[in-house]
């Protein structure tokens, strides 16, 4: 039989989760979005070409994204889509994404190919102008991020002035921001990371930390309609 402090406990719970859902149903947001974290992979460029990306983008109310794509081919394919950006309202700016294709995931820490990848990249640039970041990239060991391929970029980053958008727990923040003291970086990680980062943030007060990551799933759904999707 459950005792009367827990029921009560429990029937407050109740009410407090009620409480809020409604709050937040009612203070749904309906302005412009800033996608931070758009992936045109290869795998999604035949299904949905660039003016039904752009489409779904406007209809969705994105007016910004930060475009990387496995392999940069379709980071480029968007920043040369100049004018029928413009006329859909969206911006793209352009990061390095480090994949060239799957394998790349477990392996780019330490292949030096990747650096000059990055090096030739950074040298051609966009039809959209420079790129602005390198990532989005992941560490599924923290110590990897002690990678000799890894501190190159970091280095590169700093000396580039390139954001860093790093799909990573605590333990590899400290790493990477080992690298660079001065850089300024966007970290993209899950919720259940949130506090410990912010906590190792907080000395640097340029760092960004996007702690539950949400997307927004462009959708054929009109402005207001929206899905997400954890990333």
Request: charged share 20%; proline share 5%; hydrophobic share 40%.
């Amino acid at each position: 039989m459950k005792s009367p402090i827990f029921q009560l406990c429990a029937t407050a719970a109740w009410l407090a989760f009620n409480t809020f859902a409604h709050t937040v149903q009612a203070a749904d947001y309906v302005g412009p979005l800033f996608d931070a974290h758009l992936h045109y992979n290869d795998d999604a460029q035949t299904p949905h070409p660039i003016p039904d990306v752009l489409a779904r983008m406007q209809r969705s109310g994105v007016k910004a994204i930060i475009a990387n794509s496995r392999p940069n081919d379709g980071t480029k394919n968007l920043a040369s889509a100049k004018a029928q950006a413009a006329q859909a309202g969206v911006t793209v700016i352009p990061f390095i994404r480090l994949y060239r294709n799957r394998a790349d995931y477990d392996n780019w820490f330490r292949d030096e190919t990747i650096y000059t990848m990055v090096q030739d990249e950074l040298a051609r640039g966009t039809a959209a102008g420079a790129y602005r970041g390198i990532g989005e990239f992941h560490l599924y060991d923290s110590a990897n991020a002690n990678g000799v391929v890894a501190a190159k970029l970091m280095k590169l980053a700093e000396e580039k002035d390139l954001a860093i958008l790093a799909h990573v727990d605590d333990v590899a923040i400290d790493l990477l921001m080992a690298h660079t003291p001065k850089k300024n970086r966007q970290t993209h990680l899950g919720a259940h990371w949130h506090r410990r980062c912010q906590r190792r943030a907080r000395p640097r007060p340029d760092a960004q930390i996007s702690w539950l990551a949400w997307r927004t799933v462009v959708s054929p759904q009109p402005h207001g309609q929206r899905r997400q999707a954890h990333s």
